[in-house]
């Protein structure tokens, strides 16, 4: 193909964007009310909407989001902000895709496409298309974000950061350099929420990370370096002050693992008077047979001393076609108005 073919068949796979879901637009009350009297998945999916309510009428309880999985790319971006833009969720755990390849990179104007079609993938790699499902992504903007995660570091003081501190500084970056309003990372560092990505350099941040250390290190210079042990004291830190918690998890993996064992850490830290996490809800794509729980349901989790077995609900669903009629029912609900803003990430500074 020549360039010129190249070139419009790139914009031709290119043409139509994803457009995230806007959970104030519709009030899915009164579906969810009505699933509540079905059964299977319906029924699993009413119930895991009350216990997320419960969290956000609980004054006490602090809720954390958690988020492994490809639902911002597939038009969950904007839902999730708007629950941190509206007080829903006090901490995000996630996965460094989720943060980085997908809503950092919106944050700098980039987008996500639909797939209209999906030619053999060998197709996609000569046109530098990357591809999540039936979802396309440009792979020459993601150097773009991989670039912007060097030019960040490469403005840092040369020392160990943990993920929260770095995707703060992140977002400083959006907002003063951003094309997104709507962006997570954006708003987190607006309203003091921390984001926490226990493997953050599986992502596109990992590219930009490696090459401002090896370009430090040829110039005979200092670099930053990320602390994951970092990451898991100062979440823990959160987990001893807060008490009372609720987590709302989309997808499984390290992010759900690592929320989890703060009790756990807490206890050997000599907390024993820690509370397991007295809410949770959590809906996957799959079942625990290919790992998409990573092999823990919730009530497995009990077991471990993580999880309260009585205010719980797995949910056996595509994240991304249920996750909105839970967030819109909790946000059209409001029980949120009334909570405190706990800014957990101004409590390291």
Not at 33 to 39: E, I, L, P
Not at 97 to 111: N, R
Request: hydrophobic share 40%.
């Amino acid at each position: 193909m020549n360039d010129i073919a190249t070139t419009n068949r790139k914009a031709e796979l290119l043409s139509t964007t994803v457009e995230h879901i806007d959970i104030t637009k519709f009030d899915a009350r009164p579906i969810v009310d009505a699933m509540k009297k079905m059964s299977f998945t319906s029924r699993d999916l009413g119930r895991a909407t009350d216990i997320y309510n419960q969290m956000l009428a609980d004054k006490d309880c602090s809720i954390f989001l958690v988020i492994a999985g490809s639902t911002s790319a597939g038009g969950c971006m904007d839902l999730y902000a708007e629950l941190l833009r509206n007080n829903m969720i006090d901490g995000v755990v996630a996965t460094g895709a989720s943060i980085v390849d997908m809503d950092f990179f919106e944050g700098l104007g980039h987008k996500h496409y639909q797939a209209l079609e999906v030619p053999d993938d060998d197709t996609l790699r000569s046109l530098l298309i990357d591809r999540i499902y039936d979802t396309y992504i440009d792979e020459e903007q993601l150097q773009d974000c991989d670039h912007t995660i060097l030019e960040i570091a490469n403005s840092l003081e040369p020392r160990p950061y943990s993920s929260r501190e770095f995707i703060r500084e992140m977002g400083k970056y959006l907002v003063e350099n951003g094309k997104k309003e709507n962006s997570l990372v954006k708003l987190a560092y607006e309203h003091d929420v921390p984001i926490f990505c226990p493997a953050f350099v599986d992502s596109s941040a990992g590219f930009g990370l490696v090459k401002h250390q090896v370009d430090r290190a040829k110039e005979g210079k200092p670099y930053m370096v990320l602390d994951a042990i970092a990451d898991f004291r100062e979440l823990t830190d959160i987990k001893i002050k807060a008490g009372t918690t609720g987590l709302l998890m989309i997808g499984g993996g390290v992010p759900k693992n690592f929320i989890q064992d703060t009790v756990v850490c807490a206890e050997i830290l000599g907390h024993d008077d820690v509370q397991v996490h007295k809410y949770a809800v959590q809906i996957t794509v799959a079942d625990v047979r290919d790992g998409a729980c990573s092999s823990s349901t919730l009530q497995e989790a009990a077991s471990w001393g993580k999880v309260n077995t009585g205010i719980e609900q797995m949910v056996f669903a595509e994240a991304g076609s249920v996750m909105p009629l839970l967030a819109s029912d909790a946000y059209h609900r409001g029980l949120w108005k009334d909570r405190v803003k706990r800014r957990w990430g101004a409590s390291f500074d």
